[in-house]
Structures are given as C-alpha cells and as structure tokens.
T-cell receptor, first 111, second 115 residues
Framework: RKEVEQDPGPFNVPEGATVAFNCTYS??????FFWYRQDCRKEPKLLMS???SGNEDGRFTAQLNRASQYISLLIRDSKLSDSATYLC????????????FGAGTTVTVRA | GAVVSQHPSRVICKSGTSVKIECRSL??????MFWYRQFPKQSLMLMAT?????????EQGVEKDKFLINHASLTLSTLTVTSAHPEDSSFYIC???????????FGQGTRLTVV
C-alpha cells in the first residue's frame, strides 16, 4: 500500500466553483501534513501546512482527520490560475525530515 | 520562503556520459538536502538524503554508484548521474531543510533527457 494516496482527478470545474479533494495516508504516526502545488514541468511549491484544527488561507481550506487518516483541500471561488496539480505531502517520522508525496490531484479551472 | 537554486534546469546528454546537477541553498545553511526523481504523472520519489560532511543515505533500489551525491559544504549538494541511459531520463528535484521548519523548499528541478 502506498504511504500517501490521492484521487488523480482530473477535476474540471468552471471559474467560481468550489472544488474539494482528499488524500489518505497509511501511517497513523505521521507527524506533519502539507499541500503543495505543482505546475506543469515545474517544482512543487508550498501551498499550505495542515494543522489538526483545520486552517484556512484565503480561498483555500485544509482539514485533517487523524481518526480516518485523511486530509482534504477545498478551493472556493476557483480562478483560472488555480489550475495545477495539488500534491499531498506527509512527514511520516518525527525528527526525520523525509517527506512522502502523493501522486497529485489535477485541477483544471475553465473560463 | 527560503531560496533553493538548482542548475541546470534542462540538460540533454548522450547515453554513457555523466551529468552533474547542482543544488544550492542561497540564503540559509542546509545540513540536509534531499534528491528526488519524478516520472511523468507520478509522484516525487525520494532517491537519497544528502548530509553535509558525510555519506549520503540512499533509498532502497537506488544505485549509489550510479547516482553519486556530494554535499561538501553547507550550501551545496551535487548529484552526478554516471553512465546515463535513456531510462534515467526524468525530472530531478532537490530540496533543502531549513532549520526550524518542517516543510521543504525545492529547487527549480532539472529535466534530464538521455539520447
């Protein structure tokens, strides 16, 4: 079983729509959680960290459910510029800064 | 955020030759850097952890004699793909850990094409 699994999508949504997707992780001892954004043929860039109580950054809301071992990302009022692949990233082991990456969820926002 | 610079961004080489990729932390000292490889439509796969002043730690299945890693200073790690073959063609990305932070900061990536 993969350490981090994501629905690959693609999610094809119109501008202004809300889109949400999840990521599951296999190791219950996982410590830190992140969403990264990766544009085509570019490096991943940190979108937001995910905190236990859930957190929001503008139009982006992240949630963590430790009991069910998943995290989610919700994008409100989608913009064309939100089109990208969103990577779910998990730090599995405390004090070991290796990160495990999901394969990504592709979102395409259309005009 | 912290700046990690990777060079070159793109390289095409002939089969059997070696290619060196550099990863620099520009505004912080990085005792640990990570090297990843990403094939199309797949996730980033960790190849090795580069530790300043000591040997790199390679992930299972990654040939240490083929992917040579050197981390001679606190701001520079290099990955050399030796005797490259077409199947080594991929997107190679480095990241560095910033002291006090858990998230990773990535270089721009190197797209290697072996012909």
């Amino acid at each position: 079983r993969k350490e981090v699994e994501q629905d690959p999508g693609p999610f094809n949504v119109p501008e202004g729509a809300t889109v949400a997707f999840n990521c599951t992780y296999s190791n219950s001892a996982s410590q830190s959680f992140f969403w990264y954004r990766q544009d085509c043929r570019k490096e991943p860039k940190l979108l937001m960290s995910v905190y236990s109580s859930g957190n929001e950054d503008g139009r982006f809301t992240a949630q963590l459910n430790r009991a069910s071992q998943y995290i989610s990302l919700l994008i409100r009022d989608s913009k064309l510029s939100d089109s990208a692949t969103y990577l779910c990233v998990v730090n599995i082991v405390a004090n070991d800064y290796k990160l495990s990456f999901g394969a990504g969820t592709t979102v395409t926002v259309r005009a | 955020g912290a700046v990690v610079s990777q060079h070159p961004s793109r390289v095409i080489c002939k089969s059997g030759t070696s290619v060196k990729i550099e990863c620099r932390s520009l505004d912080f000292q990085a005792t640990t850097m990570f090297w990843y490889r990403q094939f199309p439509k797949q996730s980033l796969m960790l190849m090795a952890t580069s530790n300043e002043g000591s040997k790199a730690t390679y992930e299972q299945g990654v040939e240490k004699d083929k992917f040579l890693i050197n981390h001679a200073s606190l701001t520079l790690s290099t990955l050399t793909v030796t005797s490259a073959h077409p199947e080594d063609s991929s997107f190679y990305i480095c990241s560095a850990r910033v002291p006090g932070k858990t998230e990773a900061f990535f270089g721009q990536g190197t797209r290697l094409t072996v012909v």
